[in-house]
Structure formats: structure tokens, C-alpha cells
């Protein structure tokens, strides 16, 4: 087991692409700013600022809906090149005082501060030093949770938030986790918070209630997973070398399409949205699979490997293009389709890869 005597700090920024547009357009400023797609386009909602979620908006949500709860709002195309650059002038931030550094995207890392000797050992205030040197530089904001493991280092962040610093000691560990709702543990999405709500889970301390063998007859090799959060055991270690296999993105029809252009159309959308994924994370794929399941459940995948990084281009359409040649698009219904992107590399040190368009689905 990794000691509790580990310091974990979990920078996470507010609002972020909101905040950069904010700040560089002053006249955005206390308004609601919603980045990503246009209202009248089949876009979604990047992120938004915290006086757009006033009003429920939130990430992944259309922006044509977006658009219904708050009309006033000031919708913006994203602009990647410029949150990129903020994002390489936090790390940097970051890399003055540690080495262990886990990025998870553009706005958002771990940070193992455990062997620090700045600040007499003390995390917190490394955190609120990170904090303030964020915001001198960027003129940005960025919320800050410290803990012993990485499950209650990001809890924390989210607890202090907006411009927080929110810390968990070994001490409160374990009265925290079991006032903490189900839904807000590591791992536990939407169905699995359903399944466990089912199961009378309502709270991390209804969790540590369960014995293990109930658990791992309900949820498989993830019960010891959650048999270890409910006591505040989290063994993942910030991983500096993390490296990701393949990025990809599904949609399941409420009813079965027969039309191929439609499927077309649809296998474009969900690039777009795979690439902006691949894009946050600082990452170029060679590799595009497509997925397809039919009406009758049957499920085929095609792809192939490229010797250029895959962009949003007319030639990657005529790969899409190509692919659906090798399936019974037009001849069966499809009730599934899937983009994966895979064969995942850095991109290339000149920067010289194109910016695509990525929120918007005409």
C-alpha cells in the first residue's frame, strides 16, 4: 500500500476556455460566455463561464439548448492555439517546483509534491504559491485540492471551487469519504451510480458497509476498487509517463438509420468531437476506426493507419468514405456508430499541424 504520508496536489482551472476568452475580451467580462458551438449549429457546449451555469448550462450540452436557457448569452468558437499556449505557461508553472507531474488535459493535473522541501514540506502552501503564480502570469484562476492519494486530491479541487484551495488531511479522510455521495467517487459514472443505488449506496459510508464479496459479485474486478476508496485507500501513483492507447466516442440512435448519408454525416460529427478530445490532450493519432452495430446487433469495425496525423480534412472524409464501402451501410439499418482514434503520439515539436473547426456541425 502507498503511505498516507503522500502529498497530492490537484490543480484544476476555472471555467477555462471561458476564462481565456474572458480575459483577453474584457467586455466579456461577468457575462455569460459559452465556447463551442453556435446556437443555430449542431454544435455543443465546450465549457462556459460560472455565470452561464446559472443558468444549468453545462458541458456537452447542445448549444441550440444551451441557447434556450440563457439567449443573452455570448456564444464563441474555440480558439485551441490560444488555450494551448496558457495551458504550456501553467506546466511550466508547474515544473518550477516539481518533477512528478501528471497532466489529464489542458486545464487539469496531478501533482506528486510528497519528497518537497519548499515551504518547510507543507503542500498547501505550494498550492496556494502555484495558485498565485497562475494567476500573475495568465491572469487566470485555477482551483487547488491537497490530499494524501489522487481520489480525494481531485474531490478536494472540485470542493474549493471557483479560485479554491480545499485540503484533505489523513485525519479527516475517512469521516469525508463517508459523508461524500456515491456519485462523486472515482470511477463511478452514471450506471454504475444507478446500479449501487439500487443496492441501498447512497453514501461512502453505505459503500464501506458492503462486504467485498458482495461488491465483487455486483461489479466484478472494479469491487476491490471501490472496497479500497470507501476506507480512502487509493494506490494509483501520478504517473508522468501516462500514455494513451486510443481516444473514441459512440452514439446509439433512438431509432435504427438506414440512410447512408446520414450515417456519413453522423461518422463526421463524432470525429470532430474525437479530435477535440485528442486535441485537449495534447495528442496526434494515426489511426481512425470506424464502428458500426446493426439492427441486428451485429457489430463490425474498420480502419486503417495513416502516415500523417489524422486532421479534419476532405481526405479523411474519403477515407470515411472508403471504410463505409467495406460494410453493409445501405443495406442494413445501423443502430450504433463509433470513432476511434488510435496509434496516439505527441504531436510533432514545430507545431505545425492544422486548427480545425472542431465545435461545429453544419
Known amino acids: ?18 476564462a481565456v476568452e474572458q480575459r483577453d475580451h474584457p467586455h466579456y467580462r461577468h457575462k455569460p460566455v459559452i465556447v463551442g458551438g453556435q446556437p443555430n449549429s449542431r454544435g455543443v457546449v465546450a465549457t462556459c463561464s460560472y455565470e452561464a451555469r446559472q443558468f444549468g448550462i453545462h458541458s456537452a450540452m447542445p448549444s ?3 441557447y434556450r436557457l440563457c439567449p443573452q448569452a455570448i456564444f464563441v468558437k474555440p480558439r485551441f492555439a490560444v488555450y494551448q499556449e496558457a495551458s504550456e505557461m501553467i506546466r ?6 516539481c518533477e512528478l507531474i501528471e497532466p489529464l488535459s489542458l486545464d487539469e493535473a496531478y501533482l506528486d509534491v510528497s519528497t518537497n522541501e519548499l515551504f518547510q514540506g507543507s503542500a498547501s502552501l505550494l498550492a496556494r504559491q502555484i495558485k498565485q503564480d497562475i494567476f500573475q502570469q495568465t491572469q487566470l484562476i485555477a482551483s487547488a485540492g491537497v490530499s494524501y492519494n489522487k ?15 480545499f485540503i484533505i488531511t489523513p485525519q479527516q479522510g475517512a469521516d469525508f469519504i463517508e459523508a461524500l455521495p456515491i456519485d462523486l467517487f472515482y470511477g463511478v459514472g452514471r450506471a454504475t451510480a444507478k446500479k449501487m443505488h439500487d443496492l441501498g449506496i447512497q453514501t461512502g459510508k453505505d459503500l464501506k458497509q458492503q462486504p467485498l464479496a458482495i461488491l465483487q459479485q455486483h461489479f466484478g474486478k472494479y469491487g476491490q476498487f471501490y472496497y479500497d476508496l470507501a476506507r480512502g485507500i487509493d494506490n494509483r501513483p501520478v504517473n508522468g509517463q501516462r500514455i494513451r492507447k486510443s481516444i473514441g ?15 456519413f454525416a453522423h461518422l463526421q460529427l463524432l470525429l470532430q468531437k474525437t479530435l477535440t478530445k485528442l486535441l485537449e490532450k495534447n495528442l ?10 446493426y439492427q441486428n446487433f451485429v457489430q463490425i469495425t474498420r480502419g486503417r493507419t495513416l502516415s500523417q ?6 481526405a479523411t472524409k474519403l477515407l470515411i468514405a472508403d471504410l463505409l464501402k467495406q460494410t453493409d451501410v445501405g443495406l442494413k439499418k445501423v443502430r450504433l456508430l463509433g470513432i476511434t482514434l488510435s496509434g496516439l503520439d505527441q504531436p510533432n515539436t514545430n507545431g505545425c499541424y492544422r486548427q480545425v473547426d472542431l465545435f461545429e456541425a453544419n
Open 284 to 293: 496526434v493519432a494515426y489511426t481512425l476506426t470506424i464502428k458500426i452495430k
Open 64 to 66: 441550440s439548448q444551451a
Open 151 to 165: 481520489f480525494l486530491a481531485k474531490i478536494a479541487s472540485d470542493k474549493g471551487k471557483p479560485n479554491g484551495l
Open 309 to 314: 496525423p489524422i486532421r479534419n480534412t476532405e
Open 1 to 18: 500500500m502507498i503511505s498516507s504520508t503522500r502529498k497530492i496536489i490537484h490543480i484544476d482551472m476555472d471555467a477555462f476556455y471561458a
Open 249 to 263: 466516442i459512440e452514439t446509439t440512435f433512438a431509432e435504427d438509420i438506414a440512410d447512408s448519408t446520414i450515417i
Open 92 to 97: 511550466l508553472i508547474f515544473h518550477r517546483y
